[in-house]
């Protein structure tokens, strides 16, 4: 717990200041130099980079000099399913791994961890938790993924080939720094403490430099993977830390599965979506009268803040929408209007997605090139 806020990989409460975690967690700011590599190898940068959603890194001079000097990296991400489908917060990893990936045409490993849920006591049975892992799995897959350099897999499933690797890093991980990484008590199931271990495999599936974007909640397991990937002689993961999304419900919150009117569902019917954003929070002030002459807050307005990470690709649009608002021009009512059509119009295209992504499935599970490969995937220490 630090002053004000609570944040660790299953919870996040209160209002994040992200200047103290980077101090707090050791990671280190994205600079300038790095926005103009990523700009000059990839021909373009991607708005959460421009917009600095993401801001923070571990290593990513060397992800950058590794793939200068042809050695390339490769890329982790995941997403533990729950009793509740993914929301539009939890998108943002894979959109820019799949970003990564095109630009960079690197192989990508997701991890769906089945089990993590159950283990959490956030879920009562394996049972109630797999529907939604398919789910997930096919939401994942919409986004645009390459069928033949992802790998997507359950841990229920892969564990096999996942088992003796996980031994391997278990083996250096002792419980008291376990504990105080991941706030282990006396209440934690004991297939809680060794999961991070699970997480961590997918670091080791080759030997290149995994790059993990993901938000910085989940920077503990990699500070773990971290101490352990050079006694397995394999490389550190180097990350990719992002903010996280605020919640419809005020500025600094977060979306949550269990409190509906923060969040908009990946299933959501469009019609219940534009209720929620037409209730959101906004930096508004109480009158028409009194915004026209005194002007929004865009800086502290969820709408303002959800157009910033994924509504307005524009980023000149985006600045004349801030300052419309501050300088009273643009009412609440119409802002949230707008921004309730172009996340309407998001989840129609996405559903449609979805149902493409169902004939998929077994190419990035089973099938495809880096799947099958997968399948037969061996750690050795050498
Ligand atoms: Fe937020 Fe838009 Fe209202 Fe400004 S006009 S406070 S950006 S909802």
């Not at 600079?31 to 021909?43: K, N, S, T, V, W």
């Not at 961890?113 to 049975?125: G, N």
């Not at 394999?234 to 605020?246: G, P, Q, T």
Request: proline residues 5%; aromatic residues 12%; glycine residues 6%.
């Amino acid at each position: 717990m630090a002053s004000g806020y609570t944040l660790t990989p299953w919870e996040a409460k209160g209002r994040i200041d992200y200047d103290k975690l980077i101090e707090e967690f050791g990671v280190e700011r994205l600079e300038d130099r790095h926005f103009e590599i990523l700009q000059e190898l990839a021909g373009e940068l991607h708005p959460l980079l421009r917009r600095r959603f993401f801001f923070a890194h571990r290593d990513l001079d060397h992800v950058l000099a590794d793939y200068q000097s042809g050695k390339g990296f490769f890329l982790y991400t995941g997403r533990a399913p729950s009793k509740s489908p993914m929301h539009i917060g939890h998108i943002i990893p894979f959109i820019i791994t799949r970003w990564f990936q095109e630009k960079f045409e690197v192989n990508v490993y997701i991890e769906i961890p089945d089990e993590e849920k159950f283990l959490a006591k956030k879920a009562d049975s394996l049972d109630e938790v797999a529907p939604y892992a398919e789910k997930d799995i096919l939401n994942i897959i919409a986004l645009g993924f390459d069928e033949n350099r992802t790998f997507i897999f359950k841990d229920t499933e892969y564990i096999g080939r996942m088992y003796r690797a996980a031994v391997l890093i278990a083996r250096h991980i002792n419980f008291s720094t376990a504990r105080a990484v991941f706030g282990f008590d006396g209440e934690t199931s004991i297939g809680l403490i060794f999961y991070p271990a699970l997480q961590i495999v997918p670091t080791l599936f080759e030997k290149k430099r995994p790059l993990i974007p993901c938000g910085i909640d989940q920077d503990p397991y990699f500070r773990l993977q971290r101490d352990i990937a050079p006694k397995l002689n394999r490389y550190k993961a180097a990350e990719l830390l992002s903010k996280l999304v605020w919640g419809l419900t005020g500025p600094e919150t977060k979306m949550s599965a269990s409190e509906p009117e923060t969040a908009i569902m990946l299933n959501e019917a469009p019609r219940e979506a534009r209720r929620k954003i037409m209730n959101a929070y906004t930096g508004g002030r109480a009158t028409a009268e009194e915004q026209r002459r005194l002007g929004g807050v865009p800086e502290v307005c969820p709408v303002f803040h959800w157009f910033s990470v994924l509504f307005e690709n524009d980023d000149k649009k985006l600045e004349e929408r801030f300052w419309a608002c501050k300088r009273g021009e643009l009412l609440c009512g119409e802002c949230k209007t707008h921004l309730a059509e172009r996340v309407e119009r998001f989840l129609v295209t996405h559903a449609q997605r979805v149902k493409e992504a169902e004939a998929k499935r077994d190419k990035f599970l089973y099938d495809g090139k880096l799947a099958q490969e997968m399948w037969n995937w061996e750690f050795k220490l050498e």
